[in-house]
Every structure is written in C-alpha cells, then in structure tokens.
C-alpha cells in the first residue's frame, strides 16, 4: 500500500523559509519521477515542482520563479522541497505524489502540510 507523509509546514513571516519532506512507502520511489504539488480552490492539484527519478532534472511551475528547489534520496526514499523567499501567495497545503505531468494517475493523497505566510 502506497503511502506518502508530507511534514515541514509551519508559519513564516514573509520572506521566510520551510524545508518540507514527504517519507514514502509501498512502491519504487526510485523508478518514480515525482513532484510537490498545492490545492487550488475546487481541490484541484497544482505542480509545484518535479524531479525525475533520478534525480538528475527538475522543473518548476513559473510561480516558483526560482525560490524553491526540490531534491530526493532515491536510498532512503524521502522528496524534499526547499521553500526560500516565501510570499504572501504562497500559502497553501502542499502535498508530495509521483509526477502527473505526462499523464500518470497520481497515488492515493496524502494529509498534505500547512504553509502559512504573514506578518
């Protein structure tokens, strides 16, 4: 059974920084290539960023605009994303899941984690 356990959340003051984490069981996470990803209103899930399985690419929604980063450990299977620079617009629950961008069903989500921006 697939599980994805995201952590990191918390608040920040703008221009703040998180690190978040998502700990993975129950399939190959090095064959995988995987993202981060946040809830738009109307649940719709939004890439935050990508990594293939190998770790060797990555790509970034235009967002990001070069604050956060996402890295993997394909020995122990956690993703991680550096968040840096956080906005105002950045808050949101993110959550970890294998990479949709070319058509693959994502796994069953997990309880994601908090990112609250402000003053």
């Known amino acids: 059974q697939v599980q994805l356990v995201e952590s990191g959340g918390g608040w920040v003051q703008p221009g703040g920084i998180l690190a978040l984490s998502c700990a993975t069981s129950?399939?190959?996470?090095?064959?995988?290539?995987m993202g981060w990803y946040r809830q738009l209103p109307g649940r719709q899930f939004e890439l935050v960023a990508s990594?293939?399985?190998?770790?060797?690419?990555?790509d970034y929604g235009v967002f990001v605009k070069g604050r956060f980063t996402i890295t993997r450990d394909n020995v122990h299977n956690p993703l991680w994303l550096q968040m840096n620079e956080l906005e105002p617009d950045d808050p949101d629950v993110y959550f970890c899941?294998?990479?949709?961008?070319?058509?693959?069903?994502?796994?069953?989500w997990g309880q994601g984690t908090q990112v609250t921006v402000s003053s």
């Open positions: 990594i293939t399985a190998g770790g060797q690419y990555t």
């Open positions: 899941n294998r990479d949709t961008s070319y058509g693959s069903v994502p796994f069953s």
């Open positions: 129950g399939f190959e996470f090095s064959e995988r290539a």
